[in-house]
């Protein structure tokens, strides 16, 4: 039930902005340092660890190079000295300047963090905690009609490449692909795999706290694939917050899930992930495609071509026939960390899990239908009340949700909508923090993604319906998303995606529909234009030459009687065995037309 989908989940411990700042501020002990919640390049936070040298951690600056985060690092951000200094502006290749600042690429500067109250679900950090600032690196974002462009530890990162250039279609459509179902399935099932057997060269995970690394003296970071730099972030922008020593943990906090920013963060998320898909494969075109699951009888997408069948071995595994069965899933055991009082050290936890269909229907009864998609959809408020999951009438609520989908109110008994779909699949999908690890999350999310987007076209809401303060921490408007490289505040998601360059297919007009449908066809034709040409071509000289051979023909029997007496007629005609027209039949003097039978 992973409402999952935002994948930079967060701990609490500081505060939601501090944290995304500096990341999620585990409180080590009674005397912890503030930890750093390794994570984005950014120089991570402090993560005040008692309320005593909370104040004391609120004086300490901390310079990162584009991005908030708490999640994973730029490689340049996870050394001794960015981790002692928490500073992390790393020179772009393009001039040499810290953050690309001469070519105006971005700027190694104050992090502003907002300073709206927060609702009364994390009350470990009441008590006026104010100024929470320090020197942080972020971006100049440029809006283009090409999309925004922003500094990334190096390298260029355009939004443009995420959606303009793309537009996310159905993989599955009763179930049969809907347009080139071969070739789109084969190059999403290896583009995945792909990323899981790649190690990421712009990132590293943190295995331990701030205070473990003994303030970064000794850093402790883990190499993983591409594909796992995102079940990490996901993992930590939802884990536990910390408070010190083993099972001493506050569970009622999560930057990305059961709150307002459910759907931005997520959002944000699948931008992210597209874009590192299209740079490690070099297709520029890639999008993530959707399952439409609404009515949906079971997984329709659980195939061996596909996300996997299930294992005739054992249900609860996948097929040895998918690729994905030899995958293997990390920081899916919130439970063992907790005890420990450790964060996931991204090891190897065992294969992925998926047991659809198989789940407690005391908890879900099947997957969503078109009527509680509907009905989520005329729901007005994006949310209401305290903005959590006992929110009544509340689009956000009803769609994560914890609303019910028929009545619209909260803390519902049963799981409905997105939360469903992860307990339907019963596995590693039914884990909040471990959900990523599936890869039918980015098919899953991108079709939520997709109803929020029907939602924001249809009512059109202004910005003040994100709340700007009350929401629970790291919530509000003007808070920073949890692990992403840049900075992104929650608010700046709150729009429509043909703002942020992207489309969802079902949501075009007729006409545009009509172009979208013909592009696959367009470009299959790409592969087989030559042949195509080349058979021309040859049937164009066939056919001069044929006509050349009868014009040279005519010429030399030009003044042959045989020619001219229509001989040459009959000269490949068959004998007529009976005429089909007989002129000495009649019938009251009319000519009667009659076939042979």
Not at 77 to 85: G, H, K, S, V
Not at 218 to 241: E, G, I, K, Q, T
Not at 398 to 409: N, R, S, Y
């Amino acid at each position: 039930m992973q409402h999952v989908t935002g994948s930079t989940q967060r701990e609490g411990a500081l505060q939601k902005s501090l944290k995304h700042l500096t990341l999620r501020m585990h409180h080590m002990g009674s005397t912890t340092l503030a930890l750093i919640p390794l994570h984005l390049p950014v120089s991570t936070v402090s993560k005040p660890v008692n309320p005593v040298v909370m104040s004391l951690l609120m004086v300490i600056t901390f310079m990162w190079c584009v991005a908030p985060g708490c999640a994973q690092f730029p490689r340049p951000c996870a050394t001794r000295e960015a981790l002692r200094t928490k500073e992390c502006c790393p020179p772009w290749d393009g001039d040499g300047s810290p953050c690309g600042a001469s070519s105006g690429r971005g700027s190694c500067e104050d992090v502003e963090v907002s300073q709206q109250p927060d609702g009364p679900q994390y009350p470990l950090l009441r008590g006026g905690l104010t100024g929470r600032s320090g020197p942080w690196c972020s971006t100049t974002g440029r809006a283009s009609a090409q999309g925004t462009s922003w500094a990334s530890t190096a390298r260029t990162v355009s939004l443009a490449t995420l959606g303009r250039v793309a537009t996310r279609e159905e993989s599955l459509s009763g179930g049969t692909f809907s347009t080139c179902p071969g070739r789109r399935g084969i190059k999403l099932v290896s583009y995945l795999n792909l990323a899981k057997q790649t190690v990421s060269r712009d990132y590293v995970v943190a295995t331990g706290t701030y205070l473990e690394m003994e303030n970064g003296s000794n850093p402790l970071f883990a190499d993983v694939s591409v594909y796992d730099v995102f079940v990490w972030m996901h993992y930590y922008v939802s884990r536990d917050a910390l408070l010190g020593g083993p099972g001493n943990v506050w569970t009622d906090v999560d930057f990305a899930h059961w709150a307002p920013a459910f759907m931005p963060w997520h959002r944000v998320y699948l931008l992210h992930w597209e874009h590192e898909i299209r740079k490690l494969t070099g297709d520029s075109s890639f999008s993530i495609p959707y399952w439409d699951w609404r009515d949906a009888r079971g997984c329709e997408v659980c195939t061996d071509e596909l996300m996997g069948d299930r294992s005739p071995q054992d249900p609860s595994l996948l097929s040895p026939g998918s690729v994905f069965s030899s995958w293997k899933v990390l920081c899916s055991q919130p439970q063992v960390y907790n005890t420990r009082g450790e964060l996931c050290d991204a090891k190897d936890e065992g294969p992925l899990r998926r047991n659809h269909g198989n789940h407690n229907r005391s908890v879900v009864e099947r997957l969503p239908t078109s009527a509680e998609v509907e009905f989520t959809l005329s729901l007005s408020d994006y949310d209401t009340g305290a903005m959590d999951r006992s929110a009544n009438m509340s689009f956000r609520n009803t769609l994560e949700g914890f609303g019910d989908p028929q009545t619209g109110i909260g803390n519902s008994r049963h799981m409905g909508m997105h939360a469903a779909v992860h307990v339907f699949m019963n596995g590693s999908m039914s884990s909040v923090q471990g959900s990523a690890n599936d890869p039918i999350f980015l098919l899953h999310h991108a079709f939520v993604d997709s109803i929020y987007e029907q939602w924001l076209r249809r009512h059109r809401p202004s910005p003040s319906q994100y709340p700007e303060s009350n929401a629970p921490i790291g919530h509000n408007s003007e808070y920073h998303m949890v692990p992403f490289l840049p900075l992104h505040r929650n608010r700046e998601y709150f729009i429509s995606s043909k703002d942020l360059g992207y489309e969802y297919s079902h949501l075009l007009d007729a006409n545009l529909r009509l172009a979208e449908s013909m592009r696959p066809f367009l470009q299959a034709l790409q592969d087989v234009w030559p042949w195509l040409l080349l058979a021309a071509l040859s049937g164009g000289i066939v056919a001069v030459g044929v006509a050349a051979g009868v014009f040279t023909a005519r010429r030399r029997l030009g003044g042959s009687a045989w020619l001219h007496g229509g001989k040459w007629k009959n000269l490949f005609a068959l004998p007529e065995r009976q005429p089909l027209l007989r002129g000495d039949d009649h019938e009251d003097g009319h000519s009667n037309y009659q076939t042979t039978m």
